[in-house]
C-alpha cells in the first residue's frame, strides 16, 4: 500500500502528520487521521486496499518513506528530516500495542514474518535508534539492521538529481522482487508536485508512468523509441503497419556482418504485383496477370486514386523508402524446373491464359532480416513458395517524409513530432555521469527531447520545471 502526501494540502506540520502516518502504518491501524487529528471511530486496519472487490490488510516490519523535500539540485538536509521525524514519534502518546512482525534469532526475515512482539511508540534517547524502531537512510543499512535487528525498520529515502529511487514501471522489462515488496508498506512525501495524485491517496502501487505531472502536461513518453544505429527509425515505422514479435531469438542476428548478398537493381525493370489492401497479403500470392493489373491502376488515375499502390511493402503496407528488397517466388513443385532470375527472365513458366506463375513482390528491409529470408531457405512466410531471386532497389522517397505519413491514429501527437525530428534533424549524443544522453531538437517547432536510457525519479526531477520533453531510448528492437 502507497499513500501520498501532499504538504501544500496538509494543515498541520508536515513532520507531525508523517509521524503519525508512520505510527498508523506500524501498527495497520487507524490511530490518528490524515489532518492530523486523533481517530475516535471503531478500530480499523490502515494497510488496506481493495482490489477486484477484495479487501485487503496486512502487518509488516519494515516501512519505506520516499521523501521529495525540494526541487532540483538543492540537497535535502536529511539529519533534519530524521531528527524531526523521531522527535515527533516520541511525542505521541496512544493505548494501542499490538503485535508486530519481527525478526527472531537467526531466522531469515521478511515482511511477512509471522513471529510478531508487542513493541512501544518511543524512539529512545538516540533519534535513529529505539527500543523497537530504527530509521537509516540507505539500502546498505536496511540490509545490515533487516538481518541483526528485531525493531521495526524504517528507511527514509530523498531522491535528488544523481540519487534515484522509484522506477518508471511501463519503461523496465523487470523490476527486482526486494523493490516491489516495498510499495506494501511505503509513504510518498510529494512537496515539488512530482505527481499527479491527490493527497491521501491510498494505492496498491507504486505510481505509474500516466500518474506523473510530465506525463499529463506531454513532457514524459510512456513507450520507449528504437533508434538504431544501423536500421534508423526502421522498427519504429515498420511497428505503425506490422505486428512484429519483439523475441530476442528473432532480432539477435541483425547487424551489418549478416547483410544479405544481393543484386541491385531498379524495381521499374521488373512486373512486381501489387498490393490490395483490402485483402490479406498471404491470400495474395497466387498467379496474377500483370497487364491486367496495370490497366485497372491506368483507368482510375485521372481519379487519383491507386487502390494498389506499388510504393508500399507488399507484407506490411507500410509505404517504402531508401531501400527496398524485391523477392521472386515460385510454387515450390517448379522450383526445379524453372530457376528464373533478372537476367534470364525468359525461362519464366507461364500458363495459357498469360497468368504468371512466377510472382515479384517487393518488401521492406526489416521484413527480410526478420524472417532471415535467403537464398536457400524456405522461411515461414512463404510455405508453398521457393524464393528465386532477392533484389535489392533503391526507393526515392525519404525517411521523414515516411513518418509524416504514418496515421495519427498509429502515434500520440508527441511521439510523431520526436520521429519526425530524429530523422531530419538527427540526434546529437554526450556522455553523462556516465550515461549516454541523447538530444533532438526540431528547429521548425522550437522543441528539445532529451532520451535516457534509464528514466527515473530523479530524471524526471531534473527536468521537472523546463519545457524538455524526455523518452526513453533503446538501441535494440527486443
Known sequence: ??????????????????????????????????????????????????????????????????????????????????????????????????????????????????????????????????????????????????????????????????????????????????????????????????????????????????????????????????????????????????EIKKDAKDWGFISR????????????KFEIKRRNPEKNWYDQLGSYNYDDQESLEKDIENNHKHPFPNDVCFISGM????GAYILGLFPVEDAKANTATEDNKSDTKVENNGVSKKIYIMVCPLIIYYYKINRIGIHYLFPNKTISDIIYTPIERKEHTVVKMIPKDKLSSIRLELLYAISKYGVCSLTSHYLEVLYVVDLKKNKIFVGYQKITDNTILKYKNTNTILFKYTTNPC
Not at 509505404?319 to 531508401?322: G, Q
Open 319 to 322: 509505404p517504402l523508402y531508401n
Open 1 to 242: 500500500m502507497v499513500l501520498i502526501i501532499k504538504s501544500t494540502e496538509s494543515k498541520g506540520n508536515k513532520y507531525d502528520i508523517m509521524a503519525k502516518m508512520m505510527v498508523n502504518m506500524e501498527n495497520n491501524n487507524t490511530l490518528f487521521k490524515l489532518n492530523g487529528d486523533r481517530y475516535e471511530g471503531k478500530q480499523k486496519p490502515f494497510n488496506q486496499y481493495t482490489h477486484q472487490s477484495v479487501d485487503y490488510d496486512m502487518d509488516v516490519s519494515m516501512g519505506v518513506i520516499v521523501w521529495y523535500g525540494k526541487n532540483n539540485n538543492e540537497r535535502v538536509d536529511v539529519n533534519d528530516v530524521t531528527q524531526n521525524l523521531a522527535r515527533h514519534i516520541n511525542k505521541l502518546t496512544y493505548d494501542y500495542t499490538p503485535g508486530v512482525p519481527y525478526k527472531h534469532g537467526i531466522m531469515r526475515s521478511t515482511m511477512y514474518t509471522l513471529v510478531t512482539k508487542n513493541h512501544t511508540c518511543r524512539m529512545g534517547t538516540n533519534s535513529y535508534r529505539g527500543q523497537n524502531r530504527r530509521i537509516c537512510t540507505s539500502i546498505y543499512d536496511l540490509k545490515r539492521h533487516r538481518n541483526n535487528d528485531d525493531r521495526f525498520i524504517w528507511l527514509i529515502v530523498f531522491p535528488r538529481v544523481n540519487n534515484s529511487y522509484l522506477q518508471i514501471a511501463e519503461l523496465e522489462y523487470r523490476l527486482s522482487n526486494s523493490y516491489l515488496t516495498r510499495s506494501i508498506s511505503t509513504i510518498i512525501y510529494d512537496n515539488v508536485g512530482l505527481f499527479n495524485i491527490k493527497h491521501g491517496i491510498k494505492q496498491l502501487d507504486y505510481p505509474s508512468i500516466y500518474q506523473y505531472n510530465m506525463h499529463k502536461t506531454n513532457q514524459l513518453l510512456d513507450k520507449e523509441v528504437c533508434i538504431n544505429q544501423t536500421y534508423g527509425l526502421d522498427f519504429e515505422i515498420l511497428s505503425c503497419y506490422y
Open 257 to 268: 556482418n549478416n547483410s544479405i548478398s544481393v543484386i541491385i537493381s531498379h524495381y521499374d
